[in-house]
């Protein structure tokens, strides 16, 4: 056992979270540090934050989540890194592995742990919604790469698995959770016309009509989130009504401007 416990620095990415926040940070008081990456909120957010004791960064993020968390990174003056939403809770369970970890000493350089998704008030076990992020890793040795809402994280070095669960809670209300996506859509669908230009109408209408079906498919059926019963059928439901919502907004972003005239 190693007699000097590493430290660490919770990383929070927030934009207008002041009726979930609290819940977050109360769960993380033992950490060492807490920093929050602010999106320019215009509620109470930084004020919650501030009483916690968390350092707040403003800074606009543009839709790009990997360079909100990396200018956490950048700041944490700590050894480990914990990353974090605002509508993430750490379980009791979680809280002691992270610690363990942390005064043991560890060969691994950043662990994987599975998230628990609650909908309305019920985990969401099956549909693919219950699956392991890596989380938790050295400073040194983890960067976000990439400019998107959906972060993929780089780490260098072994990674280890956390037997214990970080509690999401997706939304209040279905309201809240069409209105989040609401603007991750809009974000989602600039980055596609960024990266892909001009597509055929042909792969517009597989998007909007045939690939909502096949997610439904994949989610209800195959990867059985008919098991979480009407929770588990209505978020399948609102999964591929998402996808397609991205899809019309990149074909209003192209309307007029596609080769085979689309927009007609």
Same mark, same amino acid.
């Given at each position: 056992?190693?007699?000097?416990?590493?430290?660490?620095?919770?990383?929070?990415?927030?934009?207008?979270?002041?009726?979930?926040?609290?819940?977050?940070?109360?769960?993380?008081?033992?950490?060492?540090? *807490?920093?929050? %990456?602010?999106?320019?909120? #215009?509620?109470? #957010?930084?004020?919650?934050?501030?009483?916690?004791?968390?350092?707040? %960064?403003? @800074?606009?993020?543009?839709?790009?989540?990997?360079?909100?968390?990396? %200018? =956490?990174?950048?700041?944490?003056?700590?050894?480990?890194?914990?990353?974090?939403?605002?509508?993430?809770?750490?379980?009791?369970?979680?809280?002691?592995?992270?610690?363990?970890?942390?005064?043991?000493?560890?060969?691994?350089?950043?662990?994987?742990?599975?998230?628990?998704?609650?909908?309305?008030? /019920?985990?969401?076990?099956?549909?693919?919604?219950?699956?392991? +992020?890596?989380?938790?890793? /050295? /400073?040194?040795?983890?960067?976000?790469?990439?400019?998107?809402?959906? &972060?993929?994280?780089?780490?260098?070095?072994?990674?280890?698995?956390?037997?214990?669960?970080?509690?999401? @809670?997706?939304?209040?209300?279905?309201?809240?959770? %069409?209105?989040?996506?609401?603007?991750?859509?809009?974000?989602?669908?600039?980055?596609?016309?960024?990266?892909?230009?001009?597509?055929?109408?042909?792969?517009?209408?597989?998007?909007?009509?045939? /690939?909502?079906?096949?997610?439904?498919?994949? #989610?209800?059926?195959?990867?059985? =989130? +008919?098991?979480? =019963?009407?929770?588990?059928?209505?978020?399948? *439901?609102?999964?591929?009504?998402?996808?397609?919502?991205?899809?019309?907004?990149?074909? &209003?972003?192209?309307?007029?401007?596609?080769?085979?005239?689309?927009?007609?």
């Amino acid at each position: 056992m190693s007699n000097n416990k590493a430290s660490l620095s919770a990383v929070i990415i927030t934009k207008n979270e002041e009726d979930k926040i609290a819940l977050c940070l109360e769960s993380i008081k033992w950490v060492d540090e *807490i920093i929050v %990456i602010d999106d320019l909120s #215009t509620d109470k #957010t930084v004020e919650i934050c501030q009483k916690y004791g968390a350092r707040v %960064i403003s @800074h606009k993020s543009g839709g790009n989540f990997d360079r909100q968390r990396n %200018i =956490g990174i950048n700041n944490a003056s700590s050894d480990w890194i914990l990353q974090m939403d605002a509508d993430e809770i750490v379980s009791a369970e979680l809280k002691q592995a992270i610690q363990k970890i942390l005064v043991d000493g560890s060969g691994c350089a950043g662990y994987k742990f599975k998230r628990k998704n609650h909908f309305l008030g /019920k985990p969401l076990l099956y549909g693919g919604w219950y699956h392991d +992020f890596l989380r938790l890793f /050295k /400073k040194n040795a983890g960067k976000y790469v990439g400019a998107s809402v959906h &972060e993929l994280i780089d780490v260098q070095g072994k990674i280890g698995q956390i037997n214990a669960d970080m509690e999401h @809670h997706l939304c209040r209300d279905i309201s809240q959770l %069409i209105e989040r996506h609401n603007y991750y859509t809009s974000v989602e669908a600039k980055r596609l016309l960024r990266e892909r230009g001009l597509v055929s109408s042909k792969e517009i209408r597989y998007h909007l009509g045939i /690939k909502p079906l096949k997610l439904f498919w994949k #989610t209800y059926v195959k990867r059985q =989130g +008919f098991r979480d =019963g009407i929770h588990g059928f209505i978020y399948c *439901i609102l999964d591929s009504y998402i996808h397609c919502l991205k899809w019309a907004k990149y074909w &209003e972003l192209t309307r007029g401007k596609n080769a085979d005239n689309l927009s007609r």
